[in-house]
């Protein structure tokens, strides 16, 4: 493309505002239309909490019938999807819903699209593979930072730890559903770890090599400042609605800045940390991104400082990083590796394992080699 072509793609409708789960079955109404079985896709902890309960409350009240299946758990593996597949089939779903963190919406996303096509799984992995159709969908983030509810993207843990992603314009869904009571009992930790992660969607968008464009920049800087001015709040006050809602709609623009410009390194180094740890996939991000930003600075830097402007910082690819690690103490996650459970033998092959995501690494503003994937583990180890 010239420098002045760009394509953009988001989600139909977006529905926000505190409590709005509650009128869920009337915003689905035109979706759902005369279909009856919705089958919904959640984890065991927040179904104990009972976010689900106004959603399913809501459609059971307009006469739909509601399955529940809250088996997911962080990076979710195929195995578990195709449980979720083979439940969906045998209650003769007709619709979907993903409500969660990302691991279900991706979860969600997947199930819709096997229960709408006669793709097998494996042929769905890579960029623009998979085709549809699917059912329709309908997804609602419980935590503020992966973006899912407007990415075309999910992300599955094949076999002991390789994360494979399946990304392509069948996966967005019809309907976003954002509603920040769902986020109020959020713990600290993970309140945290989901922000600087959706933080890192931003950043990484914006210095996105391929598909940069100025709608993706525009959404990223208007991201970033949400959650920037929001983040330290809502961990030092969950029940803030404010902060809750700013920090779930910078969530959902910097989701849709990267799933338009996608993000890079970043990401690409985060993955091993997630499949052969399990450490969560915002702590990862959290932990690699001042290596990263540091290594593509001598690429990145003028797109750096403008980040740090935008946010009254000192107009630096060390401002920024600076910025980003106080954030990290301030809320107080890890910031080193070996807070969880790696050791320097670890780290040649988690560099060889991210110089493998290499739909992600080609987005990087300078290209990543194994010997700086390494070094970039070392640097916070």
Same mark, same amino acid.
């Given at each position: 493309?010239?420098?002045? @072509?760009?394509?953009?793609?988001?989600?139909?409708h977006?529905?926000?505002? @505190?409590?709005?789960?509650?009128?869920?079955? &009337?915003?689905?109404?035109?979706?759902?239309?005369?279909?009856?079985?919705?089958? %919904?896709?959640?984890?065991?902890?927040?179904?104990k909490?009972?976010?689900?309960?106004?959603?399913?409350?809501?459609?059971?009240?307009?006469?739909?019938?509601?399955?529940?299946?809250?088996?997911?758990?962080?990076?979710?593996?195929?195995?578990?999807?195709?449980?979720?597949?083979?439940?969906?089939?045998?209650?003769?779903?007709?619709?979907?819903? *993903? %409500?969660? *963190?990302?691991?279900?919406?991706?979860?969600?996303?997947?199930?819709?699209?096997?229960? *709408?096509?006669?793709?097998?799984?494996?042929?769905?992995?890579g960029?623009?593979?998979?085709?549809?159709?699917?059912?329709?969908?309908?997804?609602?983030?419980?935590t503020?930072?992966?973006?899912s509810?407007?990415?075309?993207?999910?992300?599955?843990?094949?076999?002991?730890?390789?994360? /494979?992603?399946?990304?392509?314009?069948?996966?967005?869904?019809?309907?976003?559903?954002?509603? @920040?009571?769902?986020?109020?009992?959020?713990? &600290?930790?993970i309140?945290?770890?989901?922000?600087?992660?959706?933080?890192?969607?931003?950043?990484?968008?914006?210095?996105?090599?391929? #598909?940069?464009?100025?709608?993706?920049?525009?959404?990223?800087?208007?991201?970033?400042?949400?959650?920037?001015?929001a983040i330290?709040?809502? =961990?030092?006050?969950?029940?803030?609605?404010? @902060? &809750?809602?700013? /920090?779930?709609?910078g969530?959902?623009l910097?989701?849709q800045?990267?799933?338009?410009?996608?993000?890079?390194?970043?990401?690409?180094?985060a993955?091993?940390?997630?499949?052969?740890?399990?450490? +969560?996939?915002?702590?990862?991000?959290?932990? /690699?991104? +001042?290596?990263?930003?540091?290594?593509?600075? +001598?690429?990145?830097?003028?797109?750096?400082? #403008?980040?740090?402007?935008?946010?009254?910082?000192?107009?630096?690819?060390?401002?920024?990083?600076?910025?980003?690690?106080?954030?990290?103490?301030?809320?107080?996650?890890?910031?080193?590796?070996?807070?969880?459970?790696?050791?320097?033998?670890?780290?040649?092959?988690?560099?060889e394992?991210?110089?493998?995501?290499?739909r992600?690494?080609?987005?990087? +503003?300078?290209? /990543?080699t194994? #010997?700086?994937?390494?070094? =970039?583990?070392?640097?916070? %180890?």
């Amino acid at each position: 493309m010239t420098a002045s @072509a760009f394509s953009f793609r988001t989600v139909p409708h977006i529905h926000a505002g @505190a409590g709005v789960t509650r009128q869920l079955a &009337r915003l689905a109404a035109p979706l759902i239309g005369a279909r009856k079985r919705v089958f %919904l896709i959640t984890d065991p902890g927040v179904r104990k909490a009972g976010l689900i309960d106004s959603a399913v409350t809501s459609l059971q009240s307009a006469g739909l019938q509601v399955q529940v299946f809250d088996r997911v758990f962080a990076d979710p593996p195929k195995t578990i999807v195709l449980e979720a597949e083979d439940q969906a089939r045998g209650f003769g779903a007709e619709v979907v819903l *993903g %409500l969660g *963190g990302g691991s279900s919406m991706d979860t969600a996303k997947v199930v819709a699209l096997l229960l *709408g096509s006669s793709q097998r799984l494996e042929d769905m992995y890579g960029v623009n593979n998979a085709t549809g159709p699917r059912l329709p969908l309908v997804l609602i983030p419980t935590t503020a930072g992966t973006g899912s509810e407007v990415t075309p993207i999910s992300v599955l843990t094949i076999g002991e730890s390789t994360k /494979m992603g399946i990304n392509a314009p069948a996966l967005y869904p019809d309907i976003a559903v954002l509603d @920040a009571e769902l986020t109020y009992g959020l713990p &600290r930790a993970i309140t945290a770890a989901t922000g600087i992660d959706a933080m890192v969607h931003a950043i990484e968008a914006y210095t996105s090599k391929i #598909e940069k464009n100025p709608v993706s920049d525009a959404l990223a800087l208007a991201g970033l400042k949400k959650l920037h001015g929001a983040i330290e709040t809502a =961990c030092r006050d969950g029940a803030d609605r404010q @902060a &809750r809602e700013d /920090m779930l709609l910078g969530a959902l623009l910097a989701g849709q800045a990267f799933a338009n410009a996608p993000v890079g390194a970043v990401h690409a180094l985060a993955y091993p940390l997630g499949g052969v740890f399990h450490v +969560p996939h915002g702590l990862s991000n959290s932990l /690699m991104l +001042p290596p990263v930003l540091r290594y593509n600075a +001598p690429e990145a830097e003028p797109l750096y400082a #403008e980040l740090a402007i935008h946010l009254g910082l000192h107009a630096s690819t060390d401002g920024l990083v600076t910025e980003m690690e106080r954030i990290a103490d301030s809320v107080g996650i890890e910031t080193r590796l070996s807070q969880v459970g790696v050791s320097h033998n670890d780290l040649p092959r988690l560099a060889e394992e991210a110089m493998e995501v290499k739909r992600l690494l080609v987005n990087n +503003p300078r290209e /990543m080699t194994l #010997e700086a994937a390494q070094a =970039c583990y070392e640097a916070v %180890l």
